[in-house]
């Protein structure tokens, strides 16, 4: 997975040689490369709040180990929500390894004045999307059913946010879809940061 991941970012590195500094990303100090990186960071621990509690459930019914844990002591909530705990650690564990190999090996022009104020973004981007991922393993839980919500949201957000792209290159209507997006105000409030 890391070599999967890490590859993508060499070819956003080479992308970012090749575009240069484009016009439309003057007001985040005009390098794709860290803009980009940025976005493939952040993406990794709000994927990872959204769908992991999902697919967490939707194993354990399929393993049989579900049953097991709902007759235990603690609350449907509670096994819902822990299940997904070391997926998201995973995700902010690739937040810090694409920052740290995207500035220290591949040079990208981060300012780490603001790493506070972007944590506590990234904090609360993923609590927007945790309660997002908790509905769907709810869905998931109930319907004993693969999960659409997170796979939807998933897609949404990605083109909606502004991952890969600043948000003023989309028409307005879409521009105007994507402040619904919890992602789309994550990843600027932790460009601006």
Known sequence: QMFGRLSTLLV???L????????????????????ALVGLALAEPAWAALS???????????EGTLEALLVGPSSPWVIVALNGTGGVL???????????????????NLSFSGVGLALVAVLLLVIAQGAIGLIAASVTLAF???????GVTHVVSGLLAGLLYPLSV???WMQSLANVV?????????RVA
Do not use: N
């Not at 919890?182 to 932790?190: D, F, K, N, Q, V």
């Open 12 to 14: 956003f590195f080479f």
């Open 170 to 172: 989309l028409p307005d």
């Open 90 to 108: 995973m995700g902010w564990f690739r937040l810090v390894l694409f920052i740290a190999v995207g500035a220290l090996a591949l040079g990208a």
């Open 144 to 150: 004993k059913r693969g999960d659409p919500i997170a």
């Open 16 to 35: 970012g040689v090749a575009v240069g500094s484009p016009a439309s990303l003057s007001s985040y100090g005009g390098d794709y490369f860290s803009f």
């Open 52 to 62: 992991v509690p999902a697919l967490k459930v939707r194993q354990a019914q399929i």
């Open 182 to 190: 919890p992602l789309t105000h994550g990843l600027e409030a932790c």
